[in-house]
């Protein structure tokens, strides 16, 4: 027997408890995914896409450079409030373009069944987020401040701050481990179509935006 026959002999007579799948989803996550897709199982679909979107608001409020402009209260409350709003719509078109581009690689998953693969997909980016707050205890608004002080702090707090850098980017890494697995799952595709899959939905969205630049710069260059 394959381990694929393995899979489906097990996901038929197993019963994935809410632990189970926030566990196994680190090891056996091609079996977890068959099983949230098999039963359509969306409990935590919305909240994890809503603490994804605080995350994502924490990323973008660090890049440009949020802390400049406004003190940590107001930062804090801006990456909460409109990340958990609004944050989760990126995540909902990009579930629909999943579906979408997957078509013309035969795939059948709707954007309902890859959302549910995604959200899920999102968990070690969820645990990045409740790393994230040490680092905001520790450091405070220098952490979105374009001219912060972290590189004269102690080495103990150097330590940490790359430490929790470091594994916040593994955790990235892994969740984009788990989107093509969970493509490959729910879409039934190889590995290899997953990945295609996976970046031609990036790709839909940044060629028009960069042919759009590209046609006013020569325009009104």
């Known amino acids: ?11 038929e007579t197993l019963e994935l408890t809410d632990g189970d799948i926030f566990t196994k989803i680190w090891t056996s996550p091609q079996l977890v995914f068959k099983y949230l897709n098999d039963t359509r199982y969306d409990k935590f ?3 994890l896409l809503v603490l994804v979107g605080i995350g ?7 890049a440009r450079h949020l802390g400049d402009r406004f003190p940590l209260i107001v930062v804090l409350a801006v990456c909460i409030v409109f990340g958990g709003v609004f944050g989760w719509i990126s995540y909902y078109i990009y579930a629909a ?40 205890l520790v450091f405070g608004n220098e952490m979105f401040q374009s001219e912060a002080s972290i590189y004269e702090t102690e080495v103990w707090f150097m330590v940490m701050y790359y430490c929790m850098s470091f594994i916040e980017t593994i955790l ?38 960069a042919l759009t630049a590209f046609l006013l710069g020569n325009l009104f260059g």
């Open 45 to 47: 679909v919305w909240v």
């Open 172 to 209: 990235g890494l892994w969740s984009i481990v788990l989107i093509v697995i969970g493509i490959s799952e729910v879409q039934k595709f190889s590995i290899e179509k997953s990945i295609l899959n996976m970046i031609l939905p990036v790709v839909i969205l940044i060629v028009p935006i």
């Open 56 to 62: 994502s608001a924490f990323d973008r409020a660090s």
């Open 1 to 11: 027997m394959n381990v694929d026959e393995n899979l489906i002999t097990e996901t």
């Open 97 to 136: 373009l999943l579906s979408w581009t997957g078509k013309w690689l035969k795939g059948k998953a709707d954007t309902d069944s890859l959302l549910r693969m995604v959200s899920h997909a999102m968990i070690p980016l969820v645990i990045s987020l409740v790393l994230l707050i040490p680092r905001i």
